[in-house]
């Protein structure tokens, strides 16, 4: 089966940094991706993760470790805009579909 | 290069009714994808289809839900004798190969259904 389990909510300041982290337990592993959500929006595409490291994305940055079943995403130099639901999501061994977390919810407050 | 296209974006329908959703994907890309998203929930994969085939439908409920993706036309997500139960953001995603793609997939704007 697939499991992913990310924080429900994050509130950080303007300016700081937030990392959400992103645990998962699935049958195959074909890369991970985290999406960005406003409320009442489509789902938009921040980063892909198939290999470990570290992928950097101007403010946004995503980390993978396979052998641990962890991924966190980092948010730099929080903006307004920035509050959003943040996805993190698995594609299976076969690679047609996405399993996702429940989402965290981020408040930038000024 | 219009995005993937879903209509209508807000849908009432009756308890009993039926609601059909559809989905126009990206140009060039011949895999389409729904999920259904809940209030305050994820997104959960509900069917996987390439034109005239159903690839993954394992999360699809067994009664009242089908979905098809003709050689002309749109996908739709049709449910029949909706039910409170049914409310809910659902979207489709396409793509030009499977998932195991840096690109991942692009998301329509969602359909927005309210069964009173």
């Known amino acids: 089966g697939q499991n992913i389990d990310q924080p429900t909510e994050m509130t950080a300041t303007e300016g700081a940094i937030v990392q959400i982290n992103c645990t998962y337990q699935?049958?195959?592993?074909?890369?991970l991706f985290w999406y960005q959500q406003h409320a009442g929006e489509a789902p938009t595409f921040l980063s892909y993760?198939?290999?470990?490291g570290l992928e950097e994305k101007g403010r946004f940055s995503s980390f993978l470790s396979r052998s641990k079943g962890y991924s966190y995403l980092l948010l730099k130099e929080l903006q307004m805009k920035d509050s959003a639901s943040y996805l993190c999501?698995?594609?299976?061994?076969?690679?047609?579909?996405?399993?996702f977390g429940g989402g965290t919810r981020v408040l930038v407050k000024p | 290069n219009a995005g993937v296209m879903q209509n209508p974006r807000h849908l009432v329908r009756r308890r009993g009714q039926e609601a059909r959703l559809r989905c126009s994907p990206m140009k060039g890309h011949s895999h389409v994808y729904w999920y259904r998203q809940l209030p305050e929930e994820g997104l959960k994969f509900m069917v996987y289809?390439?034109?005239?085939?159903?690839?993954?439908e394992s999360g699809m409920p067994k009664e009242r839900f089908s979905a098809e993706f003709p050689k002309e036309g749109p996908s739709i997500l049709r449910i029949q004798q909706v039910v409170r139960g049914d409310s809910a953001a659902y979207f489709c995603?396409?793509?030009?190969?499977?998932?195991?793609?840096?690109?991942?997939?692009?998301f329509g704007s969602g359909t927005r259904l309210t069964v009173v």
């Open positions: 999501a698995v594609s299976g061994a076969a690679g047609n579909k996405l399993t």
């Open positions: 995603a396409s793509s030009p190969v499977n998932t195991g793609s840096i690109d991942g997939y692009t």
């Open positions: 993760n198939v290999l470990d």
């Open positions: 699935t049958s195959g592993f074909n890369g």
């Open positions: 289809l390439q034109k005239e085939n159903i690839i993954d």
